[in-house]
C-alpha cells in the first residue's frame, strides 16, 4: 500500500480552497490542489503538535479559467494589482 488513507473533498471545498491560496498566497492552482490542500488542512487539526505535513500541488489553476473556480474574476488587472505586480520587474514575463 502506498497511502494511508483517502479523504474525499467535495467539489465546492476544492474550489473554495483553490480561490483562497490564490487570494491569500498567491498560490495559482487548480480545483485538485484545492482540495488537496482542504486534507492537508483537516489532519493539521488532528495532528500532534510539531508534525510536519507535506502537501503537493502540482496542478496549475490555468486550465480552469474558465470554470467557476474564477467566477467574478476580471481578465485584466486593476490599478491596485497592476502596481503590485510592477513592483516585482523579476517576476515579470513578456507578452
Known sequence: ????QVVPIPGPEGIKWAKALAQQEG???GISGGATFAVARQIAGTAPAGSV???MLPDTGERYMSTPLF???EAEMDAEE???SRSTPSC???A
Open 92 to 94: 515579470q514575463f513578456e
Open 27 to 29: 498560490i495559482f492552482t
Open 82 to 84: 497592476t502596481a503590485l
Open 53 to 55: 505535513i507535506l502537501c
Open 71 to 73: 467566477d467574478g474574476v
Open 1 to 4: 500500500r502506498y497511502y494511508d
